[in-house]
């Protein structure tokens, strides 16, 4: 059974970081790229980041390029989310995913359908 376990989040000012992390079990954790997701109140689950199975492609969504930053460490199964100079806006329920297809050529997906296992989430507030 595939297990996700997100932590690192909280409570923070504006301007801010966090670094989440999550932890994978239960597969070939360096055959799959991971994506992270995030879903604030009473909004849709966007898209925020991705790394390629390899760690060598990262993709992130406009709005946090230059302030996110995705990252693995394959021999510990574990993916991160380095997030600096955090804005209210980044309010948010963060999940981390796999990717469904090993080995995936080009980029790691955007969409939440072409992601197959996913965590329980880490909250994170942003404070004005």
């Known amino acids: 059974q595939v297990l996700l376990v997100e932590s690192g989040g909280g409570l923070v000012q504006a301007g801010g970081s966090l670094r989440l992390s999550c932890a994978a079990s239960?597969?070939?954790?360096?055959?799959?790229?991971m994506g992270w997701f995030r879903q604030g109140p009473g909004k849709e689950r966007e898209w925020v980041a991705a790394?390629?199975?390899?760690?060598?492609?990262?993709n992130y969504r406009e709005s946090v390029k230059g302030r996110f930053t995705i990252s693995r460490d394959n021999a510990k199964n574990m993916v991160y989310l380095q997030i600096d100079s955090l804005k209210p806006e980044d309010t948010a329920v963060y999940y981390c995913?796999?990717?469904?297809?090993?080995?995936?050529?080009?980029?790691?997906?955007?969409?939440?359908?072409?992601?197959?296992?996913w965590g329980q989430g880490t909250q994170v507030t942003v404070s004005s």
């Open positions: 995913a796999t990717d469904r297809r090993p080995y995936r050529v080009g980029t790691v997906p955007q969409l939440a359908y072409e992601y197959d296992y």
């Open positions: 790394i390629s199975w390899s760690g060598v492609t990262t």
């Open positions: 239960g597969l070939t954790f360096s055959s799959y790229g």
